[in-house]
């Protein structure tokens, strides 16, 4: 990730005026965090209130960037290179919950969301955010030698405080939860300050709090070809996750290489272009999309009710759109796009 200056600032504060009254205003404040402009939207509240709230939220994210980095040095390389070194580390109580949680998700998706694999995602050059990394593939006998390890975040132990791996080949990296675990996070900060109304939007990744004054909060939904394949209404306390394989990749002289790898064989993902979800929290919607892009058009719908999820959208990579039959309900598709509904209790796309 490129370093902020100064480090995840509070890029800008603006106000948006909806009405005459001062809580009918809608703050704005950006943050950059994990190499995404995060944006926080307050409605509800007066000035001051706001500007309180985005200096703690602030804090908060400067710890998160700090803390849960895989490759910029802080708390999380110094764990990895405790597990390298058969050592135990100390974690804070938000990386404990990482893990947990990111545990509980490696045995729901059977392995298709494992943030243990951060050696395999070096590997590609994927530790960094200047995208699009130009050259081949690393080679296939290096990828094979790393996944025959078997890192698994199911090898951690986690005792209090402190960790340590059974597997020394386990490199933690966080990309595809942090960001939702995050936002979670921050709105449970704004609940506890007191603010009922907020969205939190990370380049189309959000949750929303409350309703945006007497609407609900709207998102676009990102087509993998370009522009908006839709858009979604969304409802209090819920949040909307898409996953990728169009943006960050590698490219050789013959092929794209997208950034997002199946743990089980340490190539890049194919078959679908996005996976969107709805879910109640950030952290099973940043995951769970991820995990989804990984199981594929053959799998998804299963790996979908394997973790409870109702309300689901992929597209494939011929631009063929699937949902489940409640998103269907939900997704106001763009003119001329139309989608297969398919069941997750059981039938295949």
């Avoid at 704005?28 to 307050?42: K, N, P, R």
């Avoid at 709207?218 to 943006?247: K, L």
């Avoid at 992929?314 to 509904?341: H, K």
């Amino acid at each position: 990730m490129k370093p902020a200056a100064p480090a995840l600032a509070v890029l800008t504060c603006l106000l948006a005026v909806a009405g005459c009254q001062s809580q009918s205003r809608v703050y704005q404040a950006q943050f950059f965090i994990f190499g995404t402009v995060l944006e926080v939207s307050i409605q509800g509240v007066d000035e001051g209130a706001a500007n309180a709230a985005f200096q703690e939220l602030q804090q908060d994210f400067q710890a998160m960037h700090r803390d849960w980095h895989a490759w910029e040095p802080g708390a999380l390389v110094r764990i990895n290179e405790a597990f390298a070194a058969d050592r135990t580390a100390l974690a804070d109580p938000s990386t404990v919950e990482l893990i947990r949680r990111s545990q509980a998700l490696e045995k729901a998706t059977e392995g298709r969301f494992n943030p243990a694999i951060g050696a395999v995602i070096r590997l590609w050059g994927f530790h960094t955010s200047d995208y699009p990394i130009e050259g081949p593939p690393p080679p296939p006998a290096a990828i094979r030698t790393l996944v025959d390890r078997q890192p698994s975040s199911l090898d951690i132990r986690i005792d209090g405080s402190t960790v340590s791996s059974s597997n020394p080949a386990v490199q933690l990296d966080f990309g595809g939860i942090a960001k939702g675990y995050a936002i979670d996070l921050a709105c449970a900060k704004l609940r506890a300050l007191g603010i009922r109304d907020a969205v939190i939007n990370a380049g189309g990744d959000l949750r929303a709090i409350g309703d945006h004054g007497d609407r609900p909060w709207r998102i676009g939904i990102r087509d993998p070809g370009g522009g908006v394949i839709g858009s979604i209404e969304t409802r209090p306390d819920e949040a909307v996750f898409t996953s990728g394989n169009y943006e960050r990749f590698r490219q050789d002289a013959t092929e794209r290489y997208p950034h997002i790898l199946d743990p089980r064989t340490g190539w890049p993902v194919s078959g679908l272009s996005s996976a969107t979800v709805i879910a109640g929290d950030g952290t099973r919607a940043d995951a769970s999309a991820t995990a989804l892009l990984v199981a594929g058009p053959n799998d998804w719908a299963r790996v979908a009710q394997s973790l409870g999820l109702s309300q689901v959208m992929v597209v494939g990579d011929d631009g063929t759109v699937y949902m489940t039959p409640e998103m269907s309900g939900r997704v106001e598709l763009r003119e001329g796009i139309e989608a297969i509904v398919v069941d997750p209790g059981g039938a295949q796309p």
